[in-house]
């Protein structure tokens, strides 16, 4: 299915103007990193997954009032706790506590959030669920979070040097890169905090923006096989041109997938549906505004340096 024929479009004509866009989204993702680390310690907010702490889940049976909840739990001795409506009614309340010493602190905590609403609420309320990550553990959990997208980029660096050429794996990866300073940066810039599932949205979304640029690599080489002598940037956005339809098409769908996801799915999803929408978008802008410019420029840059070598053809 085409959506788009004869498409002309001179994609590598307004390099430009992507990189500009590129560059504004993200020095402000990184200036608004900056100043969380100054003042929480973190590039982004830390959900209990990584800075350990307790959230209790609680289900009321008329819409509570969350200044009593707060007061209740602050006479409970709880400090600094995190209040709001969660789910998909405004009878449900997580309450966040704030990182802990130790292991038995934490246990305490829950404790005291359990015994401060029954002494408030007596039977009004149901504890749906409470979570409790140790300090420890959540520090644990960050570094290997890190690490895994990490080498999952590296993994694929090495893939497509072996499939196409170093030169190829190396521009997916920036895109790649580039696609997850940005949604990472709109968590920062948002103040949003970054889950577990957030942390498996990301992944997700290094493989499908690696996926979508493998595809349009793909159309190069069998554009550069069949027009050898043709100008690369004309071969270039001639390829984009043609997997433009595809692209509207896989990418279209999957964003209206997740963005009835981030509407609908819940306060428990918002983290990761959040991840996806901004995500794809990226993902999709960046396989034509940033992978494969890379390779002309690349291109042009050996040519000055006297080095003739063409990019290597799809195989007959």
């Not at 602190?105 to 609403?117: I, K, P, S, T, Y």
């Not at 990301?202 to 793909?218: E, R």
Request: glycine share 8%; proline share 3%.
């Amino acid at each position: 299915m085409e959506f788009f024929h004869s498409v002309n479009v001179n994609w590598l004509g307004k390099k430009w103007y992507f990189l500009a866009f590129s560059m504004i989204f993200s020095v402000a993702g990184i200036i608004s990193m900056a100043w969380h680390y100054k003042t929480i310690g973190s590039p982004v907010p830390l959900g209990v997954d990584f800075r350990g702490g307790t959230q209790v889940e609680v289900q009321f049976q008329q819409p509570p009032d969350l200044t009593r909840v707060r007061q209740a739990i602050s006479a409970a001795g709880i400090k600094d706790a995190d209040i709001s409506l969660f789910g998909e009614t405004v009878n449900d309340v997580l309450i966040s506590l704030p990182e802990q010493l130790n292991e038995r602190a934490l246990d305490a905590g829950r404790a005291q959030v359990e015994g401060a609403l029954n002494a408030h609420y007596s039977t009004n309320f149901n504890v749906r669920s409470v979570q409790v990550v140790g300090p420890t553990v959540g520090h644990q959990l960050e570094k290997q979070a890190t690490l895994a997208t990490l080498y999952s980029m590296l993994g694929m660096l090495i893939y497509l040097w072996f499939r196409f050429q170093l030169i190829y794996g190396v521009a997916a990866v920036v895109a790649c890169f580039h696609d997850t300073l940005i949604t990472v940066g709109f968590f920062a810039l948002t103040d949003r905090e970054i889950s577990l599932t957030v942390i498996a949205a990301i992944l997700t979304l290094v493989g499908y923006s690696m996926n979508d640029t493998i595809v349009v690599f793909d159309r190069i080489r069998e554009n550069l096989r069949i027009s050898r002598r043709e100008p690369l940037p004309d071969l270039v956005n001639r390829s984009i041109n043609q997997t433009l339809s595809r692209t509207v098409l896989t990418s279209g769908l999957t964003f209206l997938t997740v963005l009835s996801l981030y509407v609908f799915g819940g306060q428990v999803l918002k983290g990761f549906s959040f991840a996806l929408v901004v995500g794809i978008l990226i993902g999709t802008y960046s396989s034509i505004a940033v992978a494969s410019p890379m390779l002309v420029a690349w291109q042009e840059w050996r040519a000055k340096k006297g080095r003739t070598t063409s990019l290597p053809a799809a195989k007959r």
